[in-house]
């Protein structure tokens, strides 16, 4: 090469290089200049433009270390706390003290369930004072989410005496009075905030929410409109209203919201949680066990999500998965029925039959308990070789006349609750169970007392109206008790709320206050099914057989034809509109479903005697359900009354 090449090309190179501090010059002013208007779509709301100006400035200068900060605090608003931390990881690499991250850390440790990290970030020495408020915030919501409500309190009192005018705080108020119970408080402090705020659509979901636990799925649904009326993508409101329309059986308007939710909010747990409910809904079990796999974990610890879980590990046949998922649960709820009885299912195709009795034993003890427990109890106990114990259980479902409802055993003895529970009398949690071990142990006069001084100490919580309401029917005062579970609707009126207002105006004999729950449960509840159960049983007893037979269909429109009680409704429907030839089909197909049950058998019965007179073959059902069944009244009716006709014959 030529001198003169070499001068040209180093000529040409250090005319190449002279720009380069003008460029870095240049990417910086463009960085920060990015930075500003992402921090102004931030505080006007707006993370996702803010996203875009910060990739940008992150992308202009990577070491920019505010733009990290910048970064993480979008990613928090939108919900992504992993992105978060990985943002505030690099903002730590970068040089930036941890106190000064110390409220971004916590709220990015809350949004990945890493709830002592949070709480213990946010009380750390060095953080920053300036974010003091917030930090008693996130402080307030750690401690909810671990149960520690007492101190929730304070933390959220601390942070309302300082910005009393918040409606960010009170909705974390009604959060916390949401989850301890507390539905009075939280309906105040959910008003408090939409009084503040009424287009905030935080402040809008949670009245939703409480809606939806006071009055019902369906009129919850105005307040959701209202909530993505004031912010179309709310994440939180759209996940939360699917669930709300897949409980109502609008599966394709869910779904449709858990795409919006997953679009805005890439990987949200929630939503994928709820399109695995509505896969397995419609039977679909390797999508939903292929849908909770996307959640990666998250929400792990949410009973309802472990419940899915161990129903799904059960359906692909692995007993020893759902155990491990249904155990922690029914340690956290002893009083959870349907997880009490799939541990015992669980347990039993594993083979630990002692363990199985011993998970179904509070179930199976009681009068009411259903078919499947009792069948599943009489398979266990074959398995242990008690022979004359399974007979027994064997024999009770197939009675399928279940006695009335008692006190369920699962709480433990007094002396194990009150070794969980705190010195506070009128704190609710542990005490609930404290009680209930007290009925269990048949101390109904002990477990009362105990119980009006929590439902005094806690006039809010529809626990404790539920838990007053069953220590008076356990003392019989009936009546009493229908006034306290009422009471508990107006707070939180579910399905296990129903069944008792049913189950003590039954027993005080007001049974058109039983009609007129279920009229106003199933108003808001369509598609509940046993609600509609009992709808059609008190149609039927008042002779409404036209209603009750558009009622029955439809739910058969919707189960199927292989649930004996619908077949036997449907029968007794046809039988009392004079339609006889068509109630036999119905009455033949449950008898072949359940064949030694006194129900079908009667119902059978019954129906050929209507249809074809009192040959052989009905008398041969009648007196089989009449032996199936001695103390069941219109089993005795109905078999004496074939059997005079037959006699005047």
């Known amino acids: 090469m030529t001198f003169r090449l070499k001068a040209f090309l180093a000529a040409g190179m250090f005319m190449l290089a002279a720009p380069v501090p003008a460029v870095q010059a240049e990417a910086q002013a463009d960085a920060r200049a990015a930075l500003a208007r992402a921090i102004k779509a931030m505080d006007g709301g707006d993370p996702r433009t803010a996203r875009v100006e910060l990739m940008n400035a992150i992308k202009a200068n990577p070491t920019l270390a505010e733009a990290r900060l910048a970064q993480a605090r979008a990613l928090l608003m939108l919900g992504n706390g992993v992105a978060a931390q990985d943002e505030l990881d690099r903002a730590k690499a970068l040089g930036v003290p941890l106190g000064k991250m110390r409220h971004l850390r916590a709220h990015a440790a809350l949004l990945t369930e890493r709830y002592g990290d949070a709480l213990a ?8 004072p300036k974010e003091k408020r917030f930090l008693a915030q996130l402080e307030g919501r750690a401690l909810e989410k671990l149960e520690r409500f007492t101190e929730a309190r304070d933390a959220f009192n601390r942070v309302r005496d300082m910005a009393p005018d918040d409606p960010r705080i009170w909705a974390d108020i009604a959060r916390l009075n949401i989850a301890s119970g507390d539905m009075a408080t939280a309906i105040a402090a959910t008003d408090k905030a939409l009084e503040l705020a009424p287009k905030s659509a935080e402040a809008l979901m949670l009245r939703a929410m409480i809606v939806r636990e006071q009055y019902g799925l369906d009129a919850s649904q105005q307040w959701f409109d209202e909530a993505l009326k004031a912010d179309k993508n709310y994440v939180a409101a759209q996940v939360e209203y699917a669930a709300t329309l897949a409980d109502l059986g609008r599966a394709s308007d869910a779904l449709a919201l858990t795409r919006k939710a997953l679009a805005l909010s890439p990987g949200n747990p929630r939503a ?12 679909n079990i390797t999508l939903a066990r292929s849908l909770v796999g996307y959640m990666r974990g998250a929400l792990g610890r949410v009973p309802a999500v472990r419940l899915l879980k161990g129903v799904l590990h059960m359906q692909a046949g692995n007993a020893t998965l759902a155990a491990q998922e249904l155990k922690p649960l029914l340690e956290a709820q002893p009083l959870n029925i349907r997880a009490r009885v799939l541990l015992a299912r669980a347990y039993y195709q594993e ?6 009795e011993q998970a179904l034993f509070p179930v199976v003890e009681r009068a009411d308990a259903d078919i499947y427990a009792l069948t599943l109890a009489a398979h266990i106990h074959e398995a242990l070789g008690n022979r004359n114990v399974a007979n ?22 007094p002396v194990q609750a009150l070794a969980g529970m705190r010195s506070d009398q009128d704190a609710a949690g542990p005490n609930l169970r404290y009680v209930r071990a007290l009925l269990e142990s048949g101390n109904a006069t002990a477990a009362l007392a105990r119980a009006r001084s929590l439902h005094d100490a806690n006039p809010g919580a529809p626990a404790a109206a539920i838990l007053l309401g069953d220590c008076l029917m356990a003392n019989g005062d009936y009546a009493g008790a229908g006034d306290l579970f009422e009471q508990a609707a107006n707070m939180r009126f579910d399905e296990a709320v129903l069944l008792r207002i049913a189950d003590a105006w039954q027993r005080a004999g007001k049974p058109e206050k039983i009609q007129r729950a279920l009229g106003l449960f199933l108003r808001e509840n369509p598609m509940n099914l ?3 159960r009992l709808l059609a049983a008190y149609m039927l007893a008042a002779g409404e057989h036209d209603r009750a037979l558009t009622l029955l269909q439809s739910m058969r429109a919707r189960i199927g034809n292989e649930d004996a009680l619908l077949m036997t409704q449907l029968s007794y429907a046809h039988i009392g509109l004079g339609q006889m030839e068509k109630a036999l089909p119905f009455a033949a197909h449950a008898y072949r479903l359940a064949p030694m049950n006194a129900v079908t058998t009667d119902a059978f019965g019954w129906a050929l005697f209507k249809a074809r007179g009192a040959k052989p073959e009905a008398l041969e059902l009648l007196r089989k359900a ?7 009244a219109q089993v005795q009716r109905h078999l004496k009354e074939a059997q005079a006709v037959l006699n005047a014959a």
């Open 392 to 413: 027994g259980f064997a024999q009770r479902a197939a009675a399928m006349t279940p006695g009335p409802s008692e006190v369920f055993r699962g709480a433990g003895t």
């Open 272 to 283: 994928f949680f709820v399109q695995a409910v509505i896969a397995a809904r419609a039977g």
């Open 121 to 128: 970030e946010a009380q750390a020495d060095d953080a920053d």
């Open 626 to 632: 009449a032996q199936l069944a001695p103390q069941e």
């Open 351 to 356: 083979g630990q039959y002692t363990q199985a």
């Open 530 to 532: 046993e609600a509609q």
